[in-house]
Nanobody, 121 residues
């Protein structure tokens, strides 16, 4: 299993970025996929997910600013981030997720290196 996130960088507040996560060694189309982020000194948090049918869900802090999408033909999940804020600064990762009772839990142990997003003027 390989999960390769890319597209991060340094951006000013209010700017935009589009992250990509290319996957291999997985059955992409049947899975629910999620983007996570981990800020310095904080726990990793799930910020957006997209189901196999295209339904989406977002953490409140990114609703209306982030858009998750997927391309099953390319085995890739995307995260469009607009109106970025300094508090969005983090390393971003993707993973497949499954629902365990009421919690979304990552499917794969391997997270890849992630991609660093820095929002700063």
């Amino acid at each position: 299993v390989q999960l390769q996130a890319s597209g991060g960088g340094l951006v000013q507040p209010g700017g935009s970025l589009r992250l990509s996560c290319a996957t291999s060694g997985v059955i992409f189309a049947i899975n629910t996929w999620a983007w996570y982020r981990q800020a310095p000194g904080k726990q990793r948090e799930l910020v957006a997910l997209i189901g196999s049918g295209g339904s989406t869900n977002y953490v409140d802090s990114v609703k209306g600013r982030f858009t998750i999408s997927r391309d099953n033909a390319k085995n890739t999940v995307y995260l469009r981030m607009d109106s970025l804020k300094p508090e969005d600064t983090a390393v971003y990762y993707c993973n497949a997720v499954r629902l365990v009772y009421t919690d979304w839990v990552e499917v794969f142990d391997s997270w890849g290196q992630g991609t660093l997003v820095t929002v700063s003027s």
